[in-house]
């Protein structure tokens, strides 16, 4: 089996893994980072979403071989471990950005990847468009679309904005 | 996803020698419909012969009258060329309706392309605008390069370099969405350069991507809705399935053709 080595949330990891490995699961199974998470697994739901050399990709739909030397960020390296929340995780709590938490790594990734694209001021229609590729099933989108306004604000100026 | 090997080249020839030796092989681009499919194990092949790696397949260029577009051009560098939105804005518009902003970041036109798929928005723009297939071993036209559902004049060792989109003075693209999937149910590509008109629907057709001649033989003597007023496409050879019924395929192939001509 090859070794596959990047950069996780700034740390260097290899792992030997079967080629046909997704990068969700060199994730989840090698390297124990379980805050990514697989909701449908048909490249839907956004569940997964991983920031890949600084762009938001479902890590699902991507080879961990493919991933070779390269940089992923994950839900667990937004912040710092004891550090505070990162902005946007802090106005998902701030706004109740979530019920049942399942989809919640997917929706913050995703929009962090939004404000690095779009800026610090995101309107609704804007916050809807883009989060397509991310499906809830509790909250009915609107404290997400909320929180991901709010957060969006509080990065500008943040020196933890990823 | 059943195993598989391996391999990714650094050239464009390399990635051809690979494919001639296995035929088995499947090249992985954005690997957006690629790798669902493997997973559902829909697809087996042998060989994976990643070009991700393979530099100069990427980037918009403008040479004389055409777009020039490198196969691995990612949906979301496509879209927010500044460059395309200048020249050709109705191509520009194509992939910012491709899935979602995670899907756009992976996948590719050369992919988009080279898969074929029946509901897919890029065949229909390069069928619409006439486009040159660009390929380790040739050009083709794209009337001559979509061939079926899911199928292509591609050789099993040919590979896509290169899509060059002549610029069209009037074109437009109108698509009704799966509010789901974001695939086209229907879409239609419009353009207008000299006396070349051209109408390509995706979507609809149950070999994929077609033009309407009929509509392009009524807009010679103007280019405008008015031109195809109360005119309809035989739901003859059009895609029934649980989304829509073949007639009213046809029936959105007249509604969108007028919309985009409308836009164009």
């Given amino acids: 089996m090859p070794v596959v080595s990047m950069t996780v949330n700034g740390k260097a990891v290899s792992a030997d893994v079967d080629i046909r490995t997704l990068l969700v699961q060199y994730l989840r199974e090698s390297l124990r980072l379980t805050g990514t998470h697989v909701g449908c ?8 979403v991983i920031h890949l050399d600084g762009k938001a990709v479902k890590s699902c739909t991507t080879l961990a071989v493919q991933c070779e030397g390269s ?3 994950t839900i667990e390296g937004l912040a710092a471990p004891d550090g505070p929340l990162h902005p946007m995780q802090e106005a998902f709590r701030e706004n109740h950005g979530l019920q049942c938490g399942f989809c919640t790594p997917g929706m913050v990734m995703a929009a962090v990847d939004m404000v690095n694209r779009k800026g610090n001021e995101l309107d609704e229609h804007t916050i809807r468009q883009e989060l397509d590729g991310n499906l809830c099933r509790c909250t009915g989108y609107h404290n997400i679309v909320k929180s991901i306004a709010a957060g969006a604000k509080a990065m500008k100026g943040s020196s933890q904005a990823a | 996803m059943y195993a598989f090997k391996y391999h990714q080249p650094k050239t464009v020839r390399q990635a051809a020698n690979l494919l001639a030796k296995f035929p088995e092989a499947k090249v992985l681009a954005g690997g957006h419909s690629l790798i669902p499919v493997m997973k559902l194990r829909l697809a087996s092949p ?7 790696k393979v530099e100069g397949l990427s980037g918009v260029e403008v040479k004389g009258r055409s777009v020039v577009i490198g196969a691995m051009t990612r949906h979301f560098e496509v879209a927010g060329s500044q460059t395309l939105k200048d020249v050709l804005p109705a191509l520009a518009g194509v992939p910012g309706s491709i899935g979602d902003p995670h899907v756009r970041h992976r996948g590719t036109i050369g992919g988009s392309v080279a898969n074929n798929d029946p ?5 229909a723009a390069c069928l619409g605008l006439g486009a040159t297939i660009i390929t380790n071993k040739r050009r083709i036209a794209s009337d001559d390069f979509f061939t ?7 050789a099993p060792d040919e590979i896509i370099v290169k899509i060059s989109f002549p610029v069209a003075k009037k074109a437009a693209y109108q698509k009704f969405k799966h509010p789901a999937s974001g695939f086209a149910l229907v879409g239609v590509f419009v353009s207008k350069r000299g006396p070349d008109i051209r109408v390509a629907v995706t979507g609809a057709g149950s070999n994929g991507v077609f033009r309407v001649t009929s509509f392009e033989e009524a807009l010679k003597k103007r280019f405008s809705p008015k031109s195809i007023e109360g005119m309809t496409v035989t739901a003859e050879g059009l895609n029934t399935d649980i989304h829509a019924s073949a007639e009213y395929r046809a029936h959105l192939i007249g509604v969108l053709a007028r919309r985009a001509l409308a836009a164009a």
Avoid: E, K, R
């Avoid at chain 1, 697994?41 to 997964?48: K, L, V, Y």
């Avoid at chain 2, 042998?46 to 991700?52: E, Q």
């Avoid at chain 2, 079926?148 to 591609?154: E, I, K, N, V």
């Fill in chain 2, 148 to 154: 079926g559902m899911f199928s292509t004049a591609l």
């Fill in chain 2, 46 to 52: 042998s060989d994976i012969v990643d070009i991700n």
């Fill in chain 1, 71 to 73: 940089n992923v960020l």
């Fill in chain 1, 41 to 48: 697994d048909t490249s839907q739901c956004g569940a997964c």
């Fill in chain 2, 119 to 123: 509901n897919a928005d890029y065949p």
